[in-house]
Every structure is written in structure tokens, then in C-alpha cells.
């Protein structure tokens, strides 16, 4: 991987030293992200009060990456808030009638025996919208994350060989397994994919840093009590979306506090994700302990494999699309492309309208382009923008619309 670029100078044994050092930092997950989870993206979080900036020592931006490369929290406790703004229109409802069809889950309207405890389907919440997390770890075989909603809580647990989703709203309970000697979750249970702490998206954001990227350290503050380094992170290329990264990292333990994503676009973060309190002492053990409440409907996850899972399509259904997926570009102006197989872009028609009406619908918000691969709609967020083809072939990314019509172009 390239050195990064920094405000400090790097002699060629340091910077072998850093690159390993940003592998290492990508590889480690701190404990509290959730077991068995199953979502993709991006969630964020909004902006959280900091409390005046603290002296603390002069570091380079490769030192601080070290830090971080080097943390090994085993044990914390603390509340999370999470806010995405994404600047998604309002779909009326629409979007779901169109989950509905895709999944069989309750909830969803389906006719399916999932579960709404599920966390392949309840943890997706996280990715947009203003949340509340209570998170928990006491090594790799203990950890606990519980979602916080009005009047109701759903909480993941993972505790030994055991997963346990609860949601208290439904009063229902998904349970499944971890495998032998590895502690990995057996094939039916969904991998931890949703980022959930600070640390999981600085783990995201660091895998980014190369040649394409400039890191520096922009001063100090304080998060949750606690003070910390900013150590920021900005794309050289043009043409992203992206303006800028900003991690605090724990002083002390070099553990991310606040995770913040601002649009080149400017105006309020994406993503800002961040601690307002945390603990690294050892949580009590009964924190883990779970035992299903009097009543609850309890759901095996060989049982909710055999239908369809909540917010994932059937078989038959837009999952097919995305055989052949692949990226083009590099760095922040990386594009993933695919082709739907069906050509006249949004979809017009279903059995039971949905999809065409959604079609419709999507359409009123999306740009129309031209160019030499012909015509075709874009649809803007205010980070990760996509076109969709008159001929059915998608690009997406986190980059401008004029990047992907020119992917396009270049494609023919």
C-alpha cells in the first residue's frame, strides 16, 4: 500500500512499519461489533457535543494509525448514538410494499415464518434515521448490542455458543449457534456486516488510506469524557462525494470514540457515529445472560433459513442482478457495476404493482442523462449516487453523477 500523505515527514522503514501497521488497524474489530448480523453499508450517526479541545501530546498522522493499529479493547461498556442523513426522499410508503414483495417476513407484510427478531433484518434500521445504542464486551465470546426505540428495545446477544435476537415490541426471540473450535457463526446465521461502533467504521475508513488519500491530524478534543486525537482523513481524487473523515481516537486506549462523514457537497455530516458515555472496565457477567420471557414466540435459525429472510430477496428475484458485479475505478472513485439482464431501466410492472408503482415513483427523483451508452437515470443521495441504464446496467458509488456517466461511456 502507498505511504499516506501527512503533514509529518516518514523515512522508508517507518513507512513500511505504518503499512503494516493500517493492515493491522483494518483487521481489528473491536469485541462490541454484534454477531451474526447480516446487512451491508454504510450507517452513521449526528454530530455529538465535544468539550473543549485538550493539551495533549504532539503526534504524526503515522503514529496515530499505529495507536489504533495497536488497541486491543477487550472490555467496554457505553451508549452510542448514531444519525445517518443520507437526503433520501420521502417514498410515500412505497418502499414497503416493495420490501414486502421481495421478503416473506411478518412485518413486511409476507406470508413467511421469519422472525421479526431477527438481526439480518432488524439491525438494517441502523442505516438510516437517528438511533440509540447500548453496547457492551467482555472478550471475543461475550458481547451485547441493544437498539433502543420508543416504548420498545431490541436487543443481540452474544453469549458462548449462543445468538439470541430479542425483540421486545413483538416479544420475539431468534436464536441460533456459533460452530466448534473457531467460534465462527454456522452457514445460517448472517456474519457481522453492520458497523455498529466507531471503531467498526474507522476499520472501513482506514482500508481506504492509500495513495489516493491524505491524512492528517487536525487537533484535538473530547468525546464521552474521555479526550482524544481527530485524526482526519480526505480523498485526493475529484470527483468523490466524500469530503472528509474525522475519527477521535481514545488518547489512552487508542480506541475510535466518534466516527464523522462529511459530504464534499458540505452542510451537516452523513455519518456521525460516536460514544456520549463509555467504560473500558469489565462488564458484570450477568450483562450476557438471556432467557427467553414467558410467552415469547421463539425462532430457530434453521428454521427461519427455510423462508425467505426479512429484507432479502427470493430466489428469482433483484438478487439475480448483481451476478457479475464488478468495480471500476480505484480508490475513492471506485464504481460497482452490474447488469439487471432486463433492459427499459426502472421497473414498470409486477404482479402486484409494487415495483412498477415504486418505479414510477423513484423516477420523479432521479435525473435524466445522456451519452454515448445511451440514456439513463441517475439517482442522487447526498453520498452514494447511482444510474440505472435504460438498458438495465447499474453504476455506483460514492461519486458524482458526472463520474458515473463518464464509467458508462467508457464502458462501451
Known amino acids: 500500500m502507498a505511504p499516506i500523505d501527512s503533514d509529518d515527514n516518514t523515512t522508508a522503514g517507518e513507512g513500511e512499519e505504518l503499512r503494516a501497521g493500517r493492515r493491522k488497524a483494518a483487521r481489528y474489530v473491536v469485541p462490541v461489533a454484534v454477531m451474526g448480523v447480516a446487512a451491508a453499508t454504510i450507517g452513521l450517526v449526528p454530530a455529538l457535543a465535544d468539550s473543549g479541545d485538550p493539551d495533549l501530546p504532539k503526534v ?6 499505529e495507536k489504533i493499529a495497536k488497541s486491543d479493547v477487550q472490555q467496554m461498556s457505553g451508549t452510542v448514538r448514531i444519525n445517518t442523513d443520507l437526503g433520501l426522499p420521502d417514498l410515500g410508503g412505497l418502499e414497503s410494499g416493495l420490501m414486502s414483495g421481495m421478503s416473506g417476513g411478518p412485518g413486511a407484510g409476507g406470508d413467511g415464518e421469519g422472525s421479526a427478531a431477527d438481526p439480518s433484518a432488524k439491525l438494517t434500521e441502523l442505516v438510516s434515521g437517528s438511533h440509540t445504542l447500548r453496547v457492551a464486551a467482555d472478550g471475543p465470546d461475550r458481547q451485547k448490542l441493544s437498539l433502543l426505540e420508543n416504548a420498545a428495545e431490541y436487543s443481540l446477544i452474544h453469549n458462548g455458543d449462543d445468538v439470541w435476537g430479542y425483540d421486545s415490541k413483538s416479544n420475539e426471540v431468534y436464536h441460533s449457534t456459533t460452530s466448534g473450535s473457531d467460534g465462527r457463526p454456522e452457514k445460517d446465521v448472517p456474519e457481522k ?5 466507531p471503531k467498526d467504521f474507522a ?3 482506514l482500508k481506504a488510506v492509500d495513495d489516493t488519500t491524505s491524512v492528517t491530524v487536525g487537533g484535538t478534543a473530547q468525546v464521552a469524557g474521555r479526550d482524544a486525537y481527530r485524526l482526519v482523513v480526505e480523498p485526493k481524487q475529484d470527483g468523490s462525494t466524500v469530503g472528509a473523515i474525522t475519527v477521535a481516537v481514545d488518547a489512552e486506549t487508542g ?35 438471556f432467557t427467553p420471557p414467558e410467552g415469547a414466540k421463539v425462532t430457530e435459525s434453521d428454521e427461519s433459513a427455510k423462508a425467505p429472510e426479512h429484507g432479502r430477496p427470493a430466489e428469482g428475484g433483484l438478487a439475480e442482478g448483481l451476478d457479475g458485479l464488478k468495480v471500476v475505478g480505484e480508490g475513492w472513485n471506485a464504481i460497482a457495476t452490474f447488469d439487471t439482464g432486463a433492459g427499459g431501466g426502472l421497473p414498470t410492472a409486477s404482479p402486484d404493482g409494487d415495483l412498477g408503482a415504486l418505479g414510477g415513483f423513484l423516477g420523479s427523483f432521479g435525473d435524466q442523462v445522456k451519452g454515448d451508452f445511451g440514456s439513463g437515470t441517475v439517482f442522487k443521495t447526498r453520498l452514494v449516487n447511482a444510474l440505472i441504464t435504460d438498458d438495465g446496467k447499474v453504476y455506483a458509488g460514492a461519486v458524482t453523477k458526472d463520474a458515473l456517466v463518464k464509467a458508462a461511456d467508457a464502458a462501451q
Open 60 to 65: 504524526t498522522a503515522e503514529q496515530l494509525i
Open 193 to 197: 456486516d453492520v458497523p455498529a461502533t
Open 203 to 205: 476499520d472501513q475508513a
Open 255 to 289: 480506541t475510535p470514540l466518534k466516527f464523522t462523514l462529511t459530504p464534499a457537497s458540505g452542510g451537516a455530516a452523513v455519518v456521525d457515529v460516536g460514544f456520549t458515555e463509555v467504560s473500558f472496565a469489565k462488564p458484570d457477567a450477568s450483562t450476557f445472560d
